[in-house]
């Protein structure tokens, strides 16, 4: 128990260092892209260099790139808040089920959004085109297809130890 304990600690800065990554880089690019430097948007190649993009499209692009982030972050506290329950020794408990499923749904939910904004990318860039928007671009990616796969392994992990410490406490009543 005092090496499960040990790992935790071990691991909780390693979490608070990779969500303060997570951060900066996935969602600077997000917001670099769509509100920071606007000219990285008519740079891009489905955006004709001559469009005129309004503000509102660029807000609303950027909460649509923020959205996988955002879900990916819930995973991230989510695991932080596991591995502190895990630290203070609380294994086998309803709590730990509970976010390793919250965590997997999270995951997977960052996932799919992934996806689906890489897919909607060549859309939202050249939405405002004299020529129209671009179809989107459907593609297989697997690091998006990884944190679906992923997070639906940590659901099922939670799953079963709650299922786990359900029996186990239907049998305490027998003995």
């Not at 304990?5 to 691991?11: D, E, K, N, P, V």
């Not at 909460?63 to 596991?82: D, E, N, T, W």
Request: proline share 4%; glycine share 8%; aromatic share 10%.
């Amino acid at each position: 128990m005092n090496r499960i304990q040990l790992m935790a600690t071990a691991l909780l800065p390693v979490m608070g260092v990779f969500c303060l990554f997570y951060v900066i880089f996935t969602g600077h690019d997000a917001l670099d892209l769509a509100i920071l430097t606007p000219e990285r948007w008519l740079e891009s190649r489905y955006a004709h260099p001559q469009a005129q993009i309004p503000q509102s499209t660029r807000i609303i692009a950027a909460f649509a790139m923020l959205s996988p982030v955002i879900a990916g972050l819930v995973a991230v506290f989510m695991a932080i808040y596991v591995l502190n329950l895990v630290r203070q020794g609380v294994l086998f408990d309803e709590r730990i089920a509970r976010g390793f499923r919250v965590a997997g749904v999270a995951t997977a939910v960052s996932g799919i959004l992934g996806m689906a904004i890489s897919w909607l990318r060549p859309t939202i860039l050249s939405w405002h085109n004299q020529g129209g928007a671009r179809a989107p671009d459907l593609f297989f990616h697997s690091d998006t297809a990884g944190l679906i796969v992923c997070g639906a392994m940590f659901w099922l992990v939670g799953w079963i130890m709650r299922e786990a410490k359900r029996i186990a406490d239907d049998n305490e009543g027998f003995v």
